[in-house]
């Protein structure tokens, strides 16, 4: 792979999605459409996790089987703020963040030391000890979960409108992806490429190879926190399916579908594998079907993703 | 209490040695053709549908068993020739989004064809009541499962260890180019490999669908299982896998069992009751995380 650099017609292009998201609640609410304010909110968060881990696997190489557990420790640690009486998203956001992104460092503090199909491997064994973890976990639901009462507030405007609530995630998407954007450009983000390409070179180089990718583990977790709280307030609940492997797999299928180390990448794959599940379930019962076949088309014809059908990148 | 301990580490045994029949077919799958099949277990769940339909159809279990496992034989060879052979030169990333789409495919097709309800599975009436060892009480169906276990392992190393075929198995695990330049069929060895691994999955399948409810899903969470016993022994090696498979099943089993007791003899009824639970099913995730943390490359490294 090569260095990430933007497109130039990226960040028009940026700009112009970003007005289209600020209109869409006023137009679907003009077509009587409201409910899917509420789809398209989902859109934008798993946009979000599936960037997270974009970074992490994309931009760092490290392919993490592992990433749904950081989006349920947000979820959590928003329901659990919200039982301990904070209500306000500025404090339980960045709270979760906190919470995710620190369980991530331990999570990669310890994975790192592997290579390759055992670092998968053991990405998703800690996953699967927090799934467990979670599930009988008395206190916080156990197998039905955390629910909240009802959404939060953001800086004391309240969310439990969908329209706030998706104004708010694409807030933080756009921010979001703003940063990883800038971040793929610095300086940081090109260690971690270089590293991508040639570890051994760069450890050569005498840069600190594991610290490199242990902060860019953790802050991937962190961000997938913030998309596990965003989606706690969305779903009004705190469940340990999200922390299950196949929610790790479907994030990584996002991530894949929508172009490994492509900064949309994660964007892309969200909204169209989440556009396919919507559109599929109204085909047919037996969606699950199609939808697999299609992902198999995909690894077979398009093994770059589909982002990789538009984006160029400097060899 | 002794007669517990006795239970549950029978117990063990046979649910390491049916992990065993799953860790071996993806171990070398994973070691020679440097494939991780997330389908594995679909072809697990797949082969026990197999065996269960075809046990009704035929009203005999043995007759079932050996329809439904040259069944799944079948589905793999087509699986291989198909899909499989294509994923093999691709990178990890493709191997994992193709094989999670399989997945999706079985459960869903599964679930179209005999329905969303688990499918009944009775153990051959011969073999339905207890046998009597003392005054030790223990199931006749799953002592024939431990020594079917035992048989098909030591089939498998007698099979890996001591024969041509088995010699260049090995070969191709410990350096694929090499054996290739020696002249060796790899290819045609793959799809060996790959049958005889569909086979085995459906074996355990079969073998364990009078125990276990034969329903969609049940494939992901002993996917999982066999993947740990495969870290944990080392990829690629069979000894490994069958090692893995003993430490796993018998942690697994005897953590379940015991945990919960042990833990309420030692702390406040309440915090044993959380704690219990949790650290029972996390047992075996800890194990692995430790084992890797010491040895990243599994306790019998293939490529030592």
């Known amino acids: 792979m090569a260095f990430y650099r933007p497109a130039s017609w990226q960040k028009p292009l940026s700009l112009l999605l970003l007005c289209a998201a600020l209109a869409l609640p006023s137009a679907l609410a003009a077509f009587g459409q409201e409910f899917y304010i509420g789809f398209a909110t989902r859109v934008l968060i798993f946009a979000l996790a599936a960037s997270s881990l974009n970074l992490v696997l994309g931009f760092g190489g490290m392919v993490s089987l592992g990433h749904a557990a950081f989006l349920g420790a947000g979820a959590y640690a928003a329901a659990i703020c919200q039982q301990a009486g904070i209500n306000e998203a500025l404090l339980a956001f960045p709270a979760a963040m906190g919470i995710a992104g620190l369980f991530a460092l331990v999570v990669g503090a310890i994975s790192l030391r592997t290579r390759g199909v055992y670092f998968i491997m053991i990405t998703l064994a800690f996953a699967q000890m927090a799934y467990y973890l979670f599930i009988s976990a008395r206190s916080w639901g156990g197998d039905d979960g955390l629910p909240l009462n009802g959404r939060m507030t953001l800086a004391g405007f309240s969310l439990a409108d969908d329209a706030a609530l998706f104004y708010a995630a694409a807030g933080l998407l756009a921010l979001a992806m703003l940063f990883f954007g800038r971040l793929a450009e610095a300086r940081f983000g090109r260690t971690l490429q270089a590293i991508r390409e040639n570890e051994t070179r760069m450890e050569a180089l005498g840069y600190p190879v594991f610290r490199y990718r242990l902060v860019a583990f953790a802050l991937g977790g962190a961000v997938a926190g913030l998309a596990g709280a965003l989606l706690a307030n969305l779903t009004g609940l705190a469940s340990p399916n999200l922390l299950q492997w196949t929610q790790s797999g479907t994030l990584l299928v996002m991530v894949i579908i929508g172009g490994v180390g492509y900064l949309y990448g994660g964007v892309v794959g969200a909204a169209v594998l989440l556009l396919l599940e919507e559109s599929l379930v109204g085909v047919t019962e037996h969606w699950h079907i199609i939808l697999g076949l299609l992902l198999l088309a995909v690894v077979l014809f398009a093994p770059k993703g589909v982002a990789a059908l538009f984006g160029k990148r400097r060899g | ?304």
């Open chain 2, 1 to 304: 209490m002794f007669q517990l301990i006795l239970e549950q580490a029978l117990n063990g045994l046979q649910f390491g040695l049916m992990l065993f029949l799953l860790a071996a077919g993806l171990t070398l799958v994973f070691g020679i053709m440097d494939c991780i099949n997330l389908a594995h277990g679909s072809l697990y769940m797949v082969g026990a549908y197999f065996v269960a339909a075809a046990t009704q159809a035929a009203d005999s279990f043995w007759i079932g068993l050996a329809v439904g496992v040259a069944g799944a034989a079948i589905l793999g060879l087509l699986l291989e020739l198909a899909l499989f052979r294509r994923l093999y030169q691709r990178d990890h990333l493709s191997q994992v989004l193709a094989t999670f789409a399989l997945i999706l495919i079985a459960n869903e097709t599964v679930r179209a064809i005999w329905g969303p309800a688990a499918l009944m599975l009775n153990p051959p009436e011969a073999l339905a009541g207890p046998v009597e060892i003392g005054d030790f009480f223990y199931p006749a169906y799953r002592l024939l499962i431990i020594a079917f276990g035992i048989a098909i392992a030591g089939l498998l190393y007698l099979l890996v260890a001591k024969s041509r075929v088995g010699m260049w198995v090995r070969a191709g695990a410990a350096n694929r180019e090499m054996t290739e330049a020696l002249g060796i069929n790899v290819r045609g060895l793959f799809t060996a490999v790959f049958v005889f691994g569909a086979a085995l999955c459906a074996l355990a399948g079969g073998l364990l669908g009078p125990l276990l409810a034969v329903q969609v899903g049940m494939g992901e969470s002993v996917l999982i299982l066999a993947f740990v016993v495969i870290i944990i022994g080392g990829i690629g090696s069979i000894r490994g896998a069958l090692v893995g498979s003993l430490i796993v099943g018998t942690v697994d089993t005897l953590g379940r069992a015991l945990l919960p007791t042990l833990l309420r003899a030692t702390l406040p009824a309440d915090a044993a009751s959380t704690l219990g639970p949790a650290l029972a099913s996390i047992l075996i995730y800890l194990l692995m995380a430790g084992i890797l943390f010491f040895k990243p490359q599994g306790l019998f490294p293939a490529r030592a």
